[in-house]
């Protein structure tokens, strides 16, 4: 663990493990509103540049330039024991010291001790380098000079000796070492460089012929300069070697015996091989072979004084770290975590809860134009679980809204992982969209219209009204494959849950069950509504029915067989509770309807600027799938509220669990899907005719949806044989209310 402070009036911490703006709660809630249980907002997909502005061996110093106000945070490492005395006089002390220079002035300080010396820089002499302590300067004939303060405060002037007779030096390299400095130098047309020892300003040639430009990194026992490498200690005369060992990117530092290479922001002309990711590489000098030493490292490096090196590395943007490399004992590099990086932030466009998932459309790239969907995992209190990850490809063209279209985007979460959403091609032609199953793939079913709305969707099903009067249409992504129209009809008032289209019936108050599988009638309904409804949403047993906009609305619990009158407005139905919003004083009303009786509270006081006119699809969001609450705040965050409503038993909604043709194997598994009606943990046995267990599985469901996979092989390794195995799926609800649901059925191996 590290310690930050906070400078210069901005706290610049490292990132908790998620991507948020703030896990607190907001200084001041609304009054008489829920007080939300954590706020996030969606984050940039690209790393965050760290501005290195100091390093020692007790800690550093960076900033987060991009966006940022300028404020630094410093880091201290955890357990170090800052030296009894500090100075000049002990050179080795300087690697915990940064300098600042003010024209002829150097100021130094030592960060652990607080100690500091002001170093002078004689007239006819200008500033080269700073390394721990010492202060390098050149002359105007071209002599190098060590510079150190002294105890009278007065600056010491140790002039360089050793340089080869007739050699201009070019650049002075430091890092990795406080004792040495290395100079890079010309004689007769060749280059050469050598070090600087700054106890006595001694110098020696180690390395000539390098090239024009090399790169020179040194730590107290190598010298590298471009492809050739030499110890230190080495015997006068003794030639360097060569580093033939294969590396991207360029040197970063030598740490013990590794020359670690990576890839920078420096090196854009040095791209990286077809199948190779951005590392931090380790190239031994002793033995001239190559290891990974770090993973998803690139960007941002830089040298510490004590011999090592800083290095961000993390898989993603918001799993990003500040990592410290050190030397061991036996020469070889160790890695460890030394600070959490915050993604920067950008605005969501649209939001969508779905078993316990809450996901966000926006523009990730600090350049902008880069669109697409991210998913943040939350725990039965809505609170975030895990890491912002995305959902599907970015898109292109950039967004799925047209002009003028202040509904859009419109999105829906399906409760299985995926989002739906409408896009419309250059021909104006619609489509539903689905992304989520990976990062790639998009699946597409065209209406044939345009200009409609995405009402609701279920797993593989999405209900679509289109803008032409009286389309309505039923999209299908079942599984992997392409999606497609399955059930074309005249609009009326429809509600979808699971495989099942709710409609108006014959007569007033009555609703239709259709099976989109069966396709045929299964139930009817008498709702007890005075009118035939104008809207129906369905959860569970849950049926909810407006006569229009000014009511009545109602709930009809097909469980029990009970009406509950509910408030008329813009809402969503949810497991036991109706989410809306009031347009005129901009509450978010949440009703719990669940015992039978509805009663309303506030959950949030809406911005009056409206993010879009969407209703759900741009200011709010509720969960369906047994879950809880979101909202945009004014900020461009998204706060989190627990609905605190009992959710109702867990539930199958459909189920895909036919066999695979000639299979399963390892390339083709048997991939069933069972969508829930809320998250779980499961467990999957697959047994044989005589009861035997043959295989045991188990997971946590996506979102709501159960997606194992088997390949045909036993518990033990081996291949099951040819037959027909019995299936018990068991799935615990996670939220811990109701009993576990067991299902079971037969698959076959072929």
């Not at 005395?85 to 940064?98: E, F, I, R, W, Y």
């Not at 070697?241 to 590396?247: C, G, K, N, R, Y």
């Not at 920078?264 to 002309?269: A, I, M, Q, S």
């Not at 597409?444 to 032409?468: E, Q, V």
Request: aromatic residues 6%; contains cysteine.
């Amino acid at each position: 663990m590290t310690r930050s402070r906070r400078l210069a009036g901005l706290a610049v911490t490292g990132a908790v493990a998620l991507s948020c703006a703030g896990w607190g709660i907001p200084a001041q809630a609304a009054p008489d509103a829920d007080t939300p249980v954590a706020t996030v907002q969606l984050s940039s997909s690209e790393p965050t540049e760290v501005r290195y502005l100091w390093s020692g061996a007790s800690g550093f110093q960076y900033t987060l330039p991009e966006g940022g106000s300028g404020a630094s945070t410093t880091v201290d490492y955890p357990g170090y024991v800052p030296p009894q005395h500090a100075g000049p006089d002990d050179l080795d002390t300087g690697n915990d010291v940064s300098s600042s220079r003010s024209g002829s002035t150097v100021t130094q300080k030592h960060h652990s001790t607080g100690a500091t010396a002001t170093v002078h820089i004689p007239d006819g002499q200008t500033y080269e380098a700073a390394s721990g302590w010492s202060v390098l300067t050149q002359d105007g004939t071209g002599v190098p000079h060590v510079l150190r303060a002294a105890a009278d405060g007065t600056t010491t002037d140790l002039p360089v000796t050793g340089l080869p007779s007739g050699a201009r030096p070019t650049g002075y390299v430091t890092g990795g070492s406080v004792r040495r400095a290395a100079v890079v130098y010309t004689l007769d047309g060749a280059t050469g460089v050598g070090l600087v020892d700054l106890a006595d300003g001694t110098f020696r040639a180690y390395l000539t012929g390098t090239g024009s430009t090399p790169k020179v990194v040194l730590n107290d026992r190598w010298l590298v300069a471009g492809s050739q490498a030499i110890r230190v200690d080495s015997a006068p005369g003794t030639p360097p070697t060569a580093i033939t060992a294969p590396h991207y990117g360029t040197p970063k530092a030598i740490v013990g015996d590794q020359l670690l290479t990576g890839y920078g922001t420096e090196d854009e002309p040095y791209f990286l091989p077809a199948g190779v990711s951005p590392a931090l590489w380790a190239v031994s000098l002793t033995d001239n072979t190559t290891h990974t030493l770090l993973t998803d490292a690139r960007s941002y490096f830089t040298v510490t004084p004590d011999g090592g090196l800083l290095a961000t590395a993390g898989p993603s943007a918001v799993d990003w770290h500040v990592h410290r490399v050190t030397p061991t004992a036996d020469g070889a590099a160790t890695t460890a975590k030394a600070q959490d990086i915050p993604a920067w932030q950008a605005q969501a466009d649209g939001l969508a809860l779905a078993g316990g998932e809450l996901q966000m459309y926006g523009d990730t790239t600090r350049t902008g134009g880069v669109y697409g969907f991210y998913t943040i995992p939350l725990d039965a209190t809505g609170r975030p679980a895990g890491l912002q990850t995305r959902r599907g490809p970015t898109l292109s063209p950039a967004s799925p809204c047209l002009t003028g279209d202040a509904a859009c985007p419109q999105m829906e979460g399906l409760g299985d992982g995926r989002v739906a959403y409408l896009w419309t091609d250059s021909a104006g032609e619609e489509s539903v969209n689905v992304v989520g199953e990976d990062t790639a793939t998009i699946r597409s079913a065209a209406t044939g219209d345009a200009g409609g709305r995405l009402l609701t969707g279920t797993g593989r099903y999405a209900l679509y009204n289109g803008g032409t009067a009286g389309v309505q249409e039923i999209a299908d992504f079942p599984g992997a494959a392409a999606g497609s129209v399955t059930l074309s009809r005249t609009r009326t008032a429809a509600a979808l849950w699971g495989q099942r289209l709710w409609t108006p019936g014959g007569s007033q108050g009555q609703v239709v069950a259709y099976d989109l599988k069966a396709r045929k009638n299964v139930a009817t309904v008498d709702t007890g509504a005075p009118c035939t409804p104008s809207e129906l949403q369905a959860v569970n047993a849950w049926l909810y029915w407006t006569c229009g906009t000014a009511g009545p609305a109602g709930v009809y619990d097909r469980a029990t067989g009970r009406a509950i009158t509910v408030p008329a407005g813009q809402a969503r139905l949810a497991d036991g509770y109706l989410l809306r919003e009031n347009r005129t004083t901009h509450e978010l009303l949440l009703t719990d309807f669940h015992t039978g009786t509805a009663t309303t509270r506030t959950v949030a006081v809406l911005p009056t600027a409206d993010h879009n006119t969407g209703g759900s699809n741009g200011r709010w969001a509720v969960d369906r799938f047994g879950g809880n609450i979101a909202y945009l705040t004014g900020k461009g965050q998204v706060a989190l509220v627990t609905a605190n409503v009992p959710t109702s038993p867990l539930a199958q909604l459909e189920a895909q669990t036919g066999p695979v043709v000639s299979g399963p194997t390892t390339a083709a598994p048997w991939k069933p899907v069972w969508q829930l009606s809320k998250p779980s943990a499961w467990t999957l046995t697959l047994k044989t005719a005589a009861g035997a267990t043959v295989r045991t599985l188990i997971g946590d469901s996506t979102a709501a949806a159960v997606r194992p996979a088997w390949d045909g092989y036993r518990q033990d390794g081996t291949r099951a044989p040819g037959g027909t195995y019995a299936w018990t799926l068991t799935a615990r609800p996670r939220d811990a209310q109701g009993p576990d649901l067991t299902l079971t059925g037969t698959t076959t191996v072929n």
